[in-house]
């Protein structure tokens, strides 16, 4: 279910508190190197604009 109201956005807490760091401890060795190769594929002007990919 999702919220969008003010009030229910604002009290709500998170449930379990992580850092990013702690995240990315866990995150595993194959999608760590996907996600390298997607920001350096980025980085050299090879994504597809967020409109674009919604368009489809």
């Known amino acids: 279910m999702r919220q969008n ?27 760590k190197r996907a996600i390298q190769k997607a920001k350096e594929q980025l980085d050299m002007g090879e994504g597809i604009a967020h409109d674009l990919v919604m368009k489809e």
Request: hydrophobic residues 35%; proline residues 11%.
């Open 5 to 31: 109201k003010p009030s229910v956005l604002k009290n709500r807490r998170p449930s379990v508190s992580l850092s990013e760091a702690d995240f990315w401890t866990d995150v595993p060795g194959e999608i």
